[in-house]
């Protein structure tokens, strides 16, 4: 690991800064690689929240007494990092919601089935997305008589780019992807994507679940249209996600929730909506969430996502090089690093993925087994699991290393 | 085994790698098939009761984890012989106990699949 000195980042330091790393599971330290799933969180995220409930708890937007000014200000300016750390042109891009998912069914909602699509017109997909950006399309397509299609990926984890070519029509009105793979890792050409579906008049909507937590996101570069991740998988807190969407196509998409903060003004049996993207966040919304994620966003941005990145394809690479040389492991996905995130999955030849997590679990660490919420994409490599590890900022080679030994275990107990 | 380990012992690891009445029954009289949707783990079983109620024989086939795939090979070998009343007492209690390693929560349901494949085949027969 010659390179590693100069890439990896200073995991004795960060992991002081996350309380739970500090336990240890079965006087063993914990060895948490399933970051993908969802992230630890440093003391300065727990102490935002913390803060918030101590100092300046009061609803958001309409109190007229200091106190709400005061949450008021921290909510919006969480928004405005936020917008800042994606590279959004403005903060009114940035909506709340709870989740990824919520987003995603927001923009299936919202923007296709309550607006813009009618019967016949086309949403493209990928086999490799996550559940939560398939299901929202059956709707659509049950609701709406929208036909469905998806992009295949090959053998190696890639998405098959070429079958954009004949799937893009002038039908196609929603063009989705996954930025980066949450089972295989790989990180898609959403650009090109975006390119591709503008070339016919579709929109691009893009779940960054697994890419905004880990690597510099610009939603300008990028091109694409609708935008969602969740604060969760990038030192937040739960109940907090985000949806980015274009102004202007914000503008053109209804709300999923109607309810209080959301209009303009009401009357008996009406109502005008509130500006974007207040007209997404009906109810109270999640204040300890916001300023948690917001607190996260400044962590995250004092490392510098670039210094994340290199760390994690680093980490991903030793990994990678350490699984394959171990006898009857399978690794999925891309095996160029600089083509995929810090998500490796991978089988055994004897033990089954839950076996495998149960023993790590013994060796105190954290891995997760299944089918990552990615059935459809498991079926196209004919599997029924995997086990994952999943790397993030606090996670060092000496982790990597207890993965090894722990799977040195397995292979004791299976042989 | 003991220690760390328990859940891994003896009995389940040879159930897992020598599988009794794994396959399939050609002539059977109830089948079933059972799904984790959590964890992916799948199980059919296939039976053949007599004339006078009684399991004649029994095959599971899957694929699944350890637990799942040994309790349903424990489970085949204890229902065999036994006439349908005595299997329809059998309970999630009994199941575990045969299993006989702690588990946790989510792990219960590895090794009970079998069993609600069983409840499910002796529910309706294949003619009914």
């Known amino acids: 690991m010659a390179r590693a000195a100069k890439v990896l980042l200073n995991v004795p330091e960060i992991k002081k800064d996350f309380p739970i790393l500090q336990r240890t599971m079965r006087d063993k330290p914990l060895t948490y690689l399933d970051s993908a799933a969802t992230s630890q969180k440093p003391k300065q995220v727990i102490d935002a929240i913390v803060d918030y409930y101590s100092r300046y708890n009061a609803n958001v937007h309409r109190a007229i007494y200091e106190l709400g000014e005061e949450s008021t200000r921290e909510y919006e300016g969480a928004r405005e990092r936020i917008a800042e750390f994606i590279h959004a042109k403005l903060p009114t891009e940035i909506a709340f919601t709870k989740s990824t998912t919520e987003s995603l069914n927001l923009i299936a909602y919202g923007w296709g089935l309550k607006g813009k699509l009618k019967q016949g017109d086309e949403i493209l997909g990928t086999v490799m997305e996550h559940h939560s950006n398939h299901v929202p399309w059956h709707f659509v397509r049950d609701m709406k008589g929208a036909t469905l299609k998806y992009v295949d990926v090959d053998d190696e984890g890639y998405l098959r780019m070429e079958q954009y070519d004949d799937l893009i029509t002038k039908r196609t009105k929603v063009v989705t992807v996954a930025h980066v793979s949450n089972v295989l890792g790989t990180i898609n050409d959403v650009k090109e994507i975006a390119k591709r579906a503008h070339e016919v008049g579709a929109i691009c909507v893009v779940d960054a679940a697994q890419s905004v937590p880990h690597m510099p996101v610009n939603v300008q570069d990028l091109d694409c249209d609708f935008l969602a991740f969740s604060g969760h998988k990038m030192l937040g807190p739960t109940g907090i996600g985000i949806l980015y969407g274009r102004e202007k196509i914000l503008e053109e998409t209804e709300p999923l929730l109607g309810g209080g903060e959301m209009i303009r003004e009401v009357h008996l049996g009406t109502a005008k909506w509130n500006d974007v993207p207040y007209k997404f966040e009906g109810g109270t919304p999640n204040i300890e969430g916001a300023i948690g994620l917001g607190a996260a966003v400044d962590y995250l941005s004092k490392i510098g996502m670039g210094s994340v990145r290199a760390h994690e394809m680093e980490l991903t690479a030793y990994a990678m090089q350490k699984l394959a040389k171990m006898e009857g492991v399978r690794v999925y996905g891309p095996e160029d690093v600089t083509k995929r995130g810090g998500v490796v999955s991978f089988t055994m030849d004897k033990a089954h993925p839950h076996d495998i997590a149960s023993i790590l679990d013994v060796e105190g660490v954290c891995i997760r087994s299944g089918h990552h919420c990615a059935q459809p994409l498991m079926e196209r490599f004919n599997l029924s699991a995997t086990a994952r590890a999943s790397f993030y900022v606090y996670n060092d080679v000496e982790d990597v290393d207890r993965l090894v030994a722990a799977l040195e275990k397995v292979h004791e107990v299976f042989a | ?128």
């Open chain 2, 1 to 128: 085994m003991a220690g760390p380990y328990a859940l891994y012992q003896a009995q389940i690891l040879e159930h897992y790698k020598h599988p009794r009445n794994r396959g399939h029954l050609d002539l059977a009289t109830h089948t079933a098939s059972e799904s984790n949707p959590l964890c992916g783990d799948a199980i059919s079983l296939t039976l053949r009761v007599d004339g006078s109620e009684r399991i004649e024989d029994v095959r599971f086939d899957g694929e699944g984890c350890a637990i799942s795939m040994a309790s349903a090979s424990i489970l085949t070998e204890q229902v065999k012989g036994k006439t349908l009343a005595e299997v329809r007492a059998l309970d999630r209690e009994t199941v575990l106990k045969n299993v006989g390693v702690p588990l946790s929560a989510v792990r219960e349901q590895c090794a009970l699949l079998s069993l609600h494949a069983l409840r499910r085949a002796l529910g309706a027969t294949k003619e009914s």
